[in-house]
């Protein structure tokens, strides 16, 4: 493994750096730039991507052909990471979920006719995009094969659609949508992905639910089909592949989670450092404490192993593996590192961390959902223990060169 980035990846970093530096984090401090949910107000966001645009750094995820940079899976996680030194970054790079995902998947998976129709008005900028999966109890939530009670009946030319979706992040402010269905009771084959506009009739959003926030644009809603009518040239890949569609998805986009938060946890130590080194008590300074050195050695080596299984499934990824297990242990780690790092951060600034002078309770409120979304930690660690009874020793095994 060969984590040595390239100078183009360099450069764009480096201009990452100095946009989010420059154009971004200033807005931070005045909430007048926030809207109701606690991100970032749409006119002013609107604004700073035209900026973006104009400067090359838009899309940076997809290939060439389609709107992007095409800097692959390493060179993702080196601007990702950066982008998030900002709470409102990812977003402003059309680099954020769920629209980060969408485009990749749809890029991957879609015909030309569906990339023209459904994945340039993402990538353009024009609308936002949705990922319609989860459900209530009894429905599917970490199992979506097994539990899937939305169905997509075919009728004709056409599926019809019933059932009740929730936690559907971005649906509010979306027009596209990536619906994924059950079309039949085969236990690997059951399920199937379609695409559909919030227009169509038959959909509706039945409320936004009230999170502990910071959201989304668009919140995390709850939504409702009742007999809504898709063609089936809207299915995406084959009737049956729903499932497959899935995984395709949320891997890489499990680890373009990874990739943000290790910029939040970054940026939480940056807030505690600065604090640290000029806040002084019982006549001296709090860094000189070794209490507090102790506190930020740690979390900053947390990070870093969260940085080195970052890269380390990134580079399987683009050699054209799985990362499955790699993901998996990234997923796990750097949610539980974004956690501990806005947490240390919020105790080393005392009352300061504790009120809205500095963003480290938006990120410790934000943090605590990593640790439940694109699977929840002890399912990742039950598909790790899975693949340590069937590989024994092989596990940890190394890959052998030529």
Not at 12 to 39: K, S, T, W
Not at 89 to 118: I, Y
């Amino acid at each position: 493994m060969d984590f040595t980035i390239s100078p183009r990846i360099e450069d764009f970093r480096a201009r990452i750096a100095r946009f989010v530096e420059d154009e971004i984090m200033p807005l931070e401090e005045d909430r007048a730039h926030y809207d109701p949910h606690e991100n970032i107000r749409a006119d002013v966001l609107d604004h700073l991507r035209d900026k973006a645009k104009a400067e090359g750094l838009w899309c940076l995820q997809l290939k060439k052909e389609t709107g992007g940079q095409e800097l692959g899976i390493k060179g993702m996680a080196v601007c990702y990471e950066e982008m998030n030194r900002s709470i409102f970054g990812p977003v402003v790079f059309n680099s954020a979920a769920p629209d980060d995902g969408n485009m990749q998947v749809l890029e991957k998976v879609g015909t030309e006719a569906q990339k023209e129709r459904w994945l340039q008005p993402i990538v353009r900028g024009d609308v936002r995009s949705a990922f319609v999966m989860t459900e209530p109890a009894p429905g599917s939530g970490s199992d979506p094969g097994g539990m899937m009670l939305t169905t997509a009946t075919r009728k004709g030319d056409s599926y019809v659609v019933r059932g009740r979706k929730w936690f559907i992040t971005g649906a509010e402010d979306s027009d596209h949508f990536i619906l994924i269905a059950r079309t039949s009771d085969d236990p690997r084959k059951g399920l199937s992905a379609f695409l559909h506009r919030k227009d169509t009739p038959g959909f509706r959003i039945d409320r936004r639910i009230p999170i502990m926030g910071p959201e989304e644009h668009g919140g995390h809603c709850e939504v409702v089909y009742e007999d809504m009518e898709i063609p089936a040239e809207n299915l995406l890949m084959t009737e049956g592949d729903g499932l497959k569609l899935t995984q395709i998805r949320l891997g890489p986009a499990r680890l373009t989670h990874c990739m943000r938060w290790l910029g939040l946890a970054k940026r939480c130590v940056e807030i505690a450092s600065e604090y640290s080194h000029n806040r002084f008590a019982f006549g001296e300074r709090l860094s000189k404490r070794e209490s507090v050195q102790m506190m930020m050695g740690d979390i900053a080596m947390q990070i870093e192993i969260g940085r080195m299984l970052v890269m380390k499934a990134a580079w399987e990824l683009d050699r054209g593996g799985y990362a499955r297990k790699e993901v998996s242990m990234a997923k796990v780690h750097v949610a539980n590192v974004l956690h501990k790092a806005a947490d240390t951060a919020i105790q080393i600034n005392g009352a300061r961390g504790y009120s809205k002078d500095t963003p480290l309770e938006w990120i410790y409120r934000y943090a605590r959902q990593a640790r439940l979304v694109d699977g929840a930690d002890e399912v990742h660690k039950m598909v790790l223990h899975r693949n340590v009874e069937t590989e024994g020793r092989d596990f940890w095994k190394w890959d052998v060169g030529e």
